[in-house]
């Protein structure tokens, strides 16, 4: 009988390369990574973006504050809301009238109690506007308008 020779248990394996499963979920724990970061750049952007416009609105208030000037005031207002509508619709900025009045309204922000007010009050010397109405007005909008237009920008 010929001498047989002693069984070798093979090498354990080594950790590379890994499974293509590994791979496979490696890829996936990256993208959703690279989502997430995306995701959150894109919110920061957004806050970014709405305290900016905030702070512009605040800063139209504060320099009326102390001011008489109501027309003025609705002027400063009324140009605040032409450089949003930029932004939503650059073609709606040259609305005028009640065209204008209906495109601001469209969210139902109260724009057509007070259009009379949003379209004379710049022009007439002595007006008698409620400032605070009209300033909550174009809060509201702004608010609702970074809430709808502006999320997917």
């Known amino acids: 009988m010929p001498q047989l020779r002693d069984i070798h248990v093979a090498a354990a394996p080594g950790w590379w390369p890994p499974a293509p499963g590994w791979w496979i979920l490696a890829v996936l724990v990256l993208a959703g990574l690279a989502m997430l970061l995306i ?3 894109r919110q920061r952007r957004r806050a970014r973006r709405a305290r900016r416009l905030r702070e512009a609105l605040g800063q139209v208030r504060r320099q009326f504050q102390g ?3 109501r027309a003025a005031y609705a002027a400063a207002l009324s ?3 032409r450089r949003l509508a930029l932004r939503i619709r650059p073609a709606a900025a040259v609305l005028q009238g009640q065209d204008w009045i209906t495109f601001l309204d469209r969210h139902g922000d109260g724009f057509s109690r ?3 007010t ?3 009050a710049p022009y007439r010397p002595a007006t008698d506007l409620d400032v605070e109405a009209l300033y909550d007005t174009v809060d ?3 608010t609702s308008v970074l809430a709808r237009e502006l999320r997917d920008v």
């Open 118 to 120: 949003l379209l004379d």
């Open 79 to 81: 140009q605040f809301l």
């Open 114 to 116: 007070i259009a009379d």
């Open 67 to 69: 001011s008489a000037d």
């Open 39 to 41: 995701q959150w750049r």
């Open 140 to 142: 509201r909008h702004l």
